[in-house]
């Protein structure tokens, strides 16, 4: 029986896991409720900068070091940032849990961020800015974010931009770290074959030099949904195209409906977009939907890749699909969307990694683990009616935000999409039928 224990220290920091006996392996991590919104304008890229320093070295370990070390008994250890969390994990077997803590610790307490081994670094994030840039479906993406957040950090690519990174200093990154990574917002978390009060004792030792208090307030503002138009010409073979809306937060009302809204329009090969646009038109190869919850705000969108003649049909079929779904949705839609979160949850409990993130961004977000029944719970709250009416305030009484990259002579403008989305236009053709 898989049990969940949380313990929270008297530093601050919370420890918390998850025992699955079957197994003879451990995924274990550190996560951080701090991303690339908590930078100040000056700190642009900062916060995935500092993920990729703290592997170059600490006071006891080289960089080296630390990769045959935990490759040395068979494991792995990697780093991730997003806009409002950071993350450092590892995979291991159970034996070598103390040697898992010791080295992640040993990071984040200890790096040293040494000059020579900073300048190598921003040089490999340059060359990861610039394969970014050759990307255009991830051009498409920091495009959108930016226009859907004008003039804010949570609309700012991750990765910086050559000059910011180029321009920070080790002082830079310890500030950043400081002010950001403390217990308060510090959560160590594992899942997999390990003892909790073993786990929390060799936790409280390691971490127990984090400050326990920023060194300054955190700087994350509220954010500001304003939409926008951005469009990049490009002679590219296709066109990559996102049109969005303001999503909800995590803890909004109507958080779980947009996920199953997004799930009923685009979340798979039966979903609404994907027969209409690609089976039944063929007017591209990719197409699907998809919301993103942040702590204040979120995002709701629908990209497309096709070819640049499609266009002119492509973007009126997609409105027209999201013009149906604030007028009619099918009770077997709904029940087949609660089936997929069902086994995604379902499989992640068989994945000691993706269980130790799932509990992780749980107590991030919520303060504490969430049962899958309770979640079943809400999901089992929302109606046609629910779902018929966000689909209308969503889509037809907000701005939209259009990214698009690729070749767009043929792209309608903007005025006509928001044309084709004005409530007047969507009353107009509910009543014609």
């Known amino acids: 029986m898989m049990k969940v224990e949380c313990t929270r220290l008297q530093s601050g920091l919370t420890v918390v896991t998850e025992n699955m006996p079957h197994l003879e392996s451990v995924a274990l991590g550190v996560w951080i409720k701090s991303g690339s919104r908590d930078e100040t304008t000056d700190e642009h890229g900062i916060a995935h900068l500092l993920e990729h320093m703290a592997f170059k070295g600490t006071a006891r370990r080289t960089a080296r070091d630390i990769a045959e070390q935990i490759e040395n008994v068979g494991g792995e250890v990697n780093a991730a940032t997003s806009t409002e969390t950071t993350s450092y994990y590892a995979r291991i077997l159970q034996d070598d849990v103390p040697l898992a803590v010791d080295i992640l610790a040993d990071i984040l307490t200890?790096?040293?961020?040494?000059?020579?081994?900073?300048?190598?670094?921003?040089?490999v994030i340059l060359q990861e800015i610039g394969a970014a840039n050759d990307t255009p479906d991830d051009v498409v993406f920091d495009k959108f974010a930016e226009a859907a957040f004008v003039n804010q950090t949570i609309g700012r690519p991750i990765l910086g931009t050559p000059e910011t990174v180029l321009s920070f200093t080790p002082q830079q990154i310890r500030t950043y770290l400081g002010r950001n990574y403390t217990t308060d917002r510090t959560f160590v978390v594992g899942a997999g074959a390990l003892d909790h009060d073993s786990f929390v004792r060799q936790a409280e030792d390691r971490f127990s030099s984090l400050p326990q208090k920023p060194a300054a307030p955190p700087i994350a503002d509220a954010a500001r949904y304003t939409g926008g138009d951005v469009r990049e010409d490009r002679d590219l073979m296709d066109a990559q195209v996102l049109l969005g809306f303001e999503g909800k937060a995590y803890h909004a009302r109507d958080f779980y409906c947009s996920q199953i809204l997004a799930n009923i329009l685009g979340g798979g090969m039966s979903s609404r977009l994907f027969q209409e646009v690609r089976e039944h038109r063929g007017l591209c190869y990719s197409v699907y939907a998809f919301h993103w919850g942040f702590s204040d705000t979120g995002i709701f969108g629908v990209?497309?890749?096709?070819?640049?003649?499609?266009?002119?049909?492509?973007?009126?079929?997609?409105?027209?699909?999201?013009?149906?779904?604030?007028?009619?949705?099918?009770?077997?839609e709904i029940d087949r969307a609660r089936a997929q979160i069902r086994a995604q949850l379902l499989m992640g409990q068989e994945s000691p990694a993706a269980r130790a993130g799932q509990i992780a961004r749980q107590m991030m977000l919520y303060g504490r683990p969430i049962p899958n029944e309770e979640l079943m719970e809400r999901l089992s709250g929302i109606t046609i009616e629910r779902l018929t009416d966000l689909a209308g305030r969503l889509f037809f009484d907000t701005t939209p935000t259009l990214s698009a990259i690729g070749p767009l002579e043929k792209l309608a403008?903007?005025?006509?999409?928001l044309g084709a989305l004005s409530s007047k236009t969507v009353q107009a053709r509910a009543a014609n039928g």
């Open 110 to 123: 200890e790096s040293s961020f040494e000059e020579d081994e900073l300048q190598r670094e921003k040089h």
């Open 303 to 332: 990209h497309a890749a096709t070819g640049g003649e499609n266009l002119p049909e492509l973007m009126p079929v997609i409105i027209d699909e999201l013009r149906k779904s604030s007028m009619k949705i099918e009770q077997q």
């Open 413 to 417: 403008p903007m005025d006509d999409i």
